[in-house]
């Protein structure tokens, strides 16, 4: 039951971030790639003013899958990297921390390329 | 006789059929929310396994990120994306997405400049201001913290 | 020799006859309600080629190869080829005809390239200074794709104005004057703008475009869209028509329903993806060379203003943010030399 829950929550609160980009699509001329800015950075923002965290908390994968939760991955990083060494953290935490995602998406990105070849659009 | 590039704009507007902001709202947030529901999931059984939070959510993130490059060079992701509109484009698999397509389509100009750079070509801004934006916070922590 | 009348338009005093023409096509293509008319369609839009790129140039040499088989015409008779597409440096066109050793002259027009090229060709015959000319231009939806917009399998959503590439290629060969069609005018357009920056709205920057053209071809030569059986545009799709319409309206211009447009003839919009229709220099090129060429011979069709239209940007002056500049050239095509209304 509470397996299902909090897959409910994820469902409603991540379909919430998707559905308010289709009105940024429809709406505005911005291109996706400036959504996908768009979203990261309000991700770090929400983050630094500590509105994010309590949706994460809620909502679980909901908040962190959507690109908003990259940014807060980000900040939360920085955060933590500037209270463990200063400074220096400000540079080294973002990136840590996503690390992983990033590092996938590049070799998956590799072997994609290596593996398969593009198509048409049927 | 001829319009001003004003009136011109109104007549353009008014001739472009308008897309169906509902239906493609509700798609987005039903693909979206089975996205993130994948992710719930895979979370939920990373942590049943003993990882911690912040692992589990990594895990998560790469499982996404390989169902959304395997679907990238199956030909696929663009097909569901057609219709899902910002609900493929927001989550991490959009973000994947971004990265590989571009690898795929420009291997025939190599795998320095076709591959290796042109993957960087739509995800690229997104790391770079994602980790401006993070360095600035973290700046201010530093500073003021 | 061609005489210029009014301040746009040659009139071909000695009607130069389209002696042959082949289209080729892919699936899409085939699917549409033209499908049954090209000469080759092959389904496999690679054309078993190594890139889109290469597959492009490969669309050339088969229209190029039909035009000069059903005319039972050598390269070595064409004395010049006017040729051009939509990707840089036209490499399309430049692969496509470097093997056939025939003087060529590379044109860009974008989608206006048909009308661009067998203009140019025409009046070249027209004026005994080339016997045999080649006009060909091509245009595939993946190369358009990755130059223009996205990768193919990137998950992007196309707006309700957005047009369909289409993935295909017409080539004409214009001779002296022999058998219907003939060429008996030509309308060279001016760049129109006004100030469309949408780049998947590429109908309504057109559209500017062949209004213009179409009035200043009417003005020159005095005549009213009642001489014609049809105005053919090339590529304005759903939304470039309704807004032709409506400035040749303020023009006091009534088409009376004589306009076709090759984007909306090509596809089948109800059935197949394609939003607001075709689009491309393949389009109007393969429209014209499958459909509306043969039927001009038949006699079934009498008089056609043929009006290929192109949008003139590139994708650095988009993201300058600059607007998008669209040119028509017209020809007009006729199953009969006898010169009427052009007088």
Redesign the interface.
């Known amino acids: 039951m509470e397996l299902l829950i909090s897959l409910g929550k994820a469902f409603l609160i991540g379909g919430l971030f998707c559905a308010v980009g289709q009105i940024l699509i429809d709406k505005t001329k911005l291109t996706p790639a400036r959504i996908l800015v768009g979203y990261v950075v309000a991700g770090v923002l929400l983050s630094a003013l500590g509105l994010y965290q309590p949706l994460v908390d809620f909502a679980g994968a909901g908040a962190t899958v959507p690109l908003t939760g990259f940014g807060h991955l980000l900040a939360t990083g920085a955060q933590k990297a500037v209270a463990e060494k200063g400074t220096l953290g400000a540079l080294t935490g973002g990136l840590t921390a996503s690390a992983a995602g990033i590092t996938a998406a590049m070799l998956f990105g590799l072997l994609v390329a290596l593996l398969f070849n593009p198509k048409d659009k049927s | 006789m001829s319009p001003t590039p004003q009136e011109y704009n109104k007549m353009s507007q008014k001739a472009a059929p308008g897309s169906k902001l509902w239906r493609n709202m509700l798609v987005a947030f039903l693909v979206g929310g089975v996205i993130c529901t994948i992710g719930q999931g895979a979370m939920s059984w990373m942590q049943s396994l003993g990882l911690s939070r912040e692992d589990g959510g990594a895990v998560t993130s790469v499982f996404l990120i390989f169902l959304s490059a395997l679907l990238t060079g199956l030909n696929c992701y663009d097909d569901i994306a057609k219709h899902a509109g910002a609900g493929t484009l927001v989550p991490i698999t959009g973000f994947a997405n971004a990265m590989v397509s571009p690898a795929l389509e420009f291997k025939r100009e190599g795998f320095i400049l076709g591959v290796g750079a042109k993957m960087f070509s739509i995800a690229g801004p997104v790391i770079l201001y994602g980790s401006a934006a993070s360095v600035v916070y973290g700046l201010i922590l530093a500073i003021f913290g | 020799m061609a005489v210029k009348t009014g301040k746009h338009t040659y009139l071909l005093e000695n009607t130069p006859s389209v002696l042959s023409f082949g289209a080729v096509g892919?699936?899409k293509e085939a699917e549409g309600p033209l499908g049954q008319y090209f000469d080759v369609i092959n389904p496999d839009?690679?054309f078993g080629e190594?890139?889109?790129e290469k597959a492009e140039s490969k669309l050339v040499q088969i229209s190029v190869g039909q035009a000069l088989s059903k005319g039972n015409f050598e390269p070595e008779q064409i004395d010049l080829a006017f040729a051009g597409d939509l990707l840089n440096q036209c490499i399309g066109s430049v692969y496509g005809l470097r093997d056939l050793g025939i003087p060529f002259v590379g044109l860009y027009g974008a989608c206006s390239t048909m009308a661009e090229s067998l203009a140019l060709a025409a009046l070249f015959v027209d004026a005994a200074i080339a016997k045999k000319a080649l006009a060909v231009t091509s245009s595939h939806?993946?190369s358009a794709e990755?130059q223009f917009r996205?990768?193919?399998?990137?998950?992007?959503?196309?707006?309700?104005?957005a047009q369909w590439t289409v993935?295909g290629s017409g080539a004409c060969v214009v001779g002296e004057s022999a058998a219907a069609p003939y060429v008996r005018a030509v309308t060279i357009g001016c760049i129109e703008d006004?100030?469309?920056k949408?780049a998947n709205?590429m109908g309504?920057a057109m559209?500017?475009a062949a209004?213009?053209t179409i009035a200043r071809y009417l003005a020159d030569t005095h005549t009213r869209p009642e001489d014609y059986d049809m105005i053919l545009t090339g590529d304005l799709g759903?939304?470039g028509s309704?807004?032709l319409e409506?400035?040749l309206a303020?023009?006091k211009i009534d088409l009376k329903g004589r306009h076709q447009d090759c984007g909306l003839l090509i596809y089948d919009r109800q059935q197949q993806?394609v939003h607001?229709g075709g689009s491309g220099c393949g389009c109007a090129a393969s429209v014209l060379c499958s459909f509306i060429l043969p039927r001009i011979r038949q006699g079934i069709l009498g008089d056609v203003l043929f009006v290929a239209t192109g949008a003139l940007m590139s994708p650095t002056s988009s993201m300058q943010g600059e607007?998008i500049p669209g040119v028509a050239h017209l020809v007009y095509l006729s199953a009969s030399s006898r010169r009427k209304g052009v007088e």
């Open positions: 892919s699936k839009s690679s190594s890139s889109w939806f993946c990755r996205f990768p193919l399998e990137y998950g992007g959503q196309r707006p309700p104005t993935t006004l100030g469309i949408d709205n309504a559209a500017p209004a213009k759903q939304v309704a807004l409506q400035l303020q023009e993806d607001a607007s």
